[in-house]
């Protein structure tokens, strides 16, 4: 771990979005999330309803204001539903929001902390890219349910589809500002460099775009951040900048142990992926040797395959969980590979290009 900021993986993440109930109805009909708590009017909260979604060890909390006013409100009319927190777990909130602003991080929630008869949460945070928040949050000496204020809502009524945990948050910036995040990143939590993509490597006849993957000393921590590039048409991540109005979190890639069984179950429940074109699946194996997976059935549910040196990786990508084309989520299911898939780079880019077609934004 980083000597000055240490973390100890992802808490959770915080969507501000128009409807909570709704969105809660979403990721529980449609990805299996288990609403865990809540709190709202019912729980003495007259600002704002918040659900917190659970599955394996992943945690989303959906939040919506419950005034015009209130800055949740505000943030989903100028966003769109969107990650408006990453909260990463740290064994001392006082000291990583001290050591990150001491290295140049904007501080926007000062070291607060919280007790009932859960215990004592404390929890501050930074400004990340955008209007995004990084969060610190210290839980060891909190045994309540999410953080005070929350009540429990267990109701085992789902299994999930077997998602485990984030495998990374990936970030899309403006035009020439990746570097400066990048930055960000290493001076202000000690994160390295662990991969660059520049626009030959993920160019389309049309759009074209940058990518440096950051990561913490422990891997747990991985993103990518994007920033367009100049390409014959409007580069996918100009279009979700125009559309998320500024930068954000373009993708989070849950990670399965199963991904046939998974994005089975997740097309049964109605979730939407992007195409892939059947010639993908042509020589796949002459191309990229043995998998243990059947290929027909990987064609069949659309998933995509990469491989490098240490192994290969399975993975598939939804279509926009909004209206706006902004946030969708990749689901993915690491063979030893640690990449993320530029092999198909070029494939999935083609394919969100077709959506942007219909969309008109190419
Ligand atoms: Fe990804």
């Not at 979005?17 to 708590?37: D, I, L, P, R």
């Not at 991540?237 to 998974?262: F, R």
């Not at 195409?275 to 796949?284: C, G, H, K, S």
Request: a negative charge; glycine letters at 10%.
């Amino acid at each position: 771990m980083s000597e000055f900021c240490p973390i100890k993986g992802f808490d959770h993440l915080e969507f501000y979005v128009g409807n909570a109930k709704q969105a809660a109805h979403f990721y529980s009909k449609g990805f299996h999330f288990t609403n865990t708590a809540y709190r709202g009017l019912e729980t003495g909260d007259r600002k704002r309803a918040s659900y917190v979604m659970e599955q394996g060890n992943i945690r989303l909390v959906l939040s919506t204001g419950l005034s015009p006013d209130y800055l949740i409100s505000q943030s989903a009319i100028a966003h769109g539903d969107a990650i408006a927190v990453i909260a990463l777990e740290v064994p001392d909130a006082v000291k990583a929001y001290r050591e990150t602003t001491k290295r140049g991080a904007r501080g926007a929630i000062p070291p607060t902390e919280e007790r009932d008869e859960g215990g004592v949460f404390r929890y501050a945070a930074i400004h990340g890219y955008g209007e995004v928040l990084i969060k610190f949050v210290e839980r060891d000496n909190y045994q309540g349910v999410f953080a005070p204020g929350f009540q429990s809502r267990e109701r085992a009524n789902t299994q999930g589809v077997g998602l485990t945990h984030i495998d990374h948050v990936v970030g899309n910036v403006e035009l020439g500002a990746m570097d400066k995040w990048v930055q960000f990143f290493a001076q202000t939590m000690g994160f390295e460099l662990l991969v660059h993509f520049d626009d030959r490597t993920i160019a389309t006849e049309y759009s074209a775009l940058m990518s440096k993957v950051m990561q913490d000393s422990t891997g747990k921590i991985k993103f990518p951040i994007n920033e367009p590039a100049q390409g014959k048409g409007q580069s996918q991540i100009q279009e979700y900048l125009d559309y998320n109005y500024g930068p954000g979190v373009q993708h989070v890639a849950l990670a399965t142990d199963n991904i046939i069984q998974t994005v089975s179950q997740l097309r049964d429940s109605g979730i939407e992926f992007l195409d892939v074109p059947l010639t993908y699946y042509e020589n796949l194996e002459e191309r990229l040797g043995k998998i243990d997976e059947p290929v027909e059935k990987l064609a069949e549910l659309g998933i995509l395959v990469d491989r490098d040196r240490d192994g290969y990786l399975l993975q598939i990508f939804t279509q926009p969980v909004e209206d706006r084309p902004t946030l969708f989520f990749e689901v993915i299911q690491r063979c030893g590979s640690q990449g993320f898939g530029e092999g198909n780079f070029k494939a999935l880019f083609e394919a969100i290009e077709r959506e942007q077609i219909q969309r008109g934004n190419l």
